[in-house]
């Protein structure tokens, strides 16, 4: 059984949705050419080398179609797959195969790409880093809850699931609130208890303001490596530290290096390229 959980609720709603922007019309080619008694078999295939993800979800969209389909896996999520592998196999009705084989494809694509770049930059850490790689709320509008779980399967981490998550002051709450400084005192005297305080700041100026003002976690935003290097010098034991804005795979190791506590990567959704994975018919 996979460690990885994706709600029931929150799945069944993206399918859902998702079934209905394809289905709303029905299956006019498949209703034409496919007698109702047919059966089939078929199989997802890795095109490409990816990391496995999805699974639960590709066996979901079917049940959702016809509940007499049978989906049988063959790759743990998380796994390594190399081109040619076969991920998963679906029998039953033949209609049903191919009024959600579009779906299901979709869904499965997007999270082993999602997959797939998380272990890329989990991988680019140097051995003996303790760096976290986390994601960031740069996700697909109504696929947020399947990319994180996605993000997880490559071994990376969450950030903040929403606004209501967590308190992430930006350089626009700075602005508006006229300074750190305001800005973390505010928070600190609104928001729950059990709220830590994360200030993003882009000087070390504005580092040494958010650590006297109590910030639990800095986000140090498009800093040079050298400035980050100082900042950890700085912030080292007073608050943890993250870095963000602009992280490319090159950039990884020597972040890592440089000693923050987290990199923060909007890249392993917002622009993630889909694996390619197809469904071959016996």
Known sequence: MTRFELPLVVLDRVIATALEEDLASGDITTEACIAP???AVAHAVARKP?????GPVFARVFAAVDPSLAVEMHAEEGAGAGAGTRLWTVRGRARAI???ERVALNLVQRMCGV???ARTYVDAVPAGCATRITDTRKTTPGLRALERYAVRVGGAHNHRDDLGAAVLIKDNHVAACGGVRPAIERARAAAPHTAKIECEVDTLEQLDEALAAGADIVLLDNMPTATVLEAVKRGRGKALLEASGGITLARVAELA???VDAISVG???HSVQAAD???DFE
């Open 115 to 117: 997959a797939t770049q």
């Open 50 to 54: 990816m990391v496995v993800c999805g």
């Open 267 to 269: 890249a392993l959704t």
């Open 277 to 279: 994975v197809g469904l």
């Open 37 to 39: 008694e047919a059966h």
């Open 98 to 100: 191919l009024m959600g």
């Open 257 to 259: 290096r440089a000693g």
